[in-house]
């Protein structure tokens, strides 16, 4: 059974940075599509970005120009490197993977931005 685990979320003030990663296990790591979604308080799950098995990568518009999606296929992680963070980018993100009908989510990990 597929498992993700984000971690690095936490407390950062406008403007700032926080790299979050999603260690994967479980399955072939390098055949699955990964993304991460974010959840803000009473909003619906939204995709922050995606990146294929070959390496092709997408943003929402919220994201693009702040932040980077990578994936180490050696280690089986994802990343999400965010910059210039907003009180606006305060939600659970979490780590989502899929190939074909199969797909894992993380737990999440809470990222809040706030002076």
């Known amino acids: 059974q597929g498992r993700l685990v984000e971690s690095g979320g936490g407390l950062v003030q406008p403007g700032g940075s926080l790299r979050l990663s999603c260690a994967a296990s479980g399955f072939t790591f390098s055949n699955y599509a990964m993304n991460w979604y974010r959840q803000a308080p009473g909003k619906e799950r939204e995709l922050v970005a995606g990146?294929?098995?070959?390496?092709?990568?997408n943003y929402a518009d919220s994201g693009k120009g702040r932040f980077t999606i990578s994936r180490d296929n050696a280690k089986r992680t994802v990343y999400l490197q965010m910059n210039s963070l907003k009180p606006e980018d305060t939600a659970v993100y979490y780590c989502?993977?899929?190939?074909?009908?199969?797909?894992?989510w993380g737990e999440g990990t809470l990222v809040t931005v706030s002076s």
């Open positions: 989502y993977a899929r190939f074909i009908t199969i797909e894992y």
């Open positions: 990146i294929t098995s070959n390496g092709g990568t």
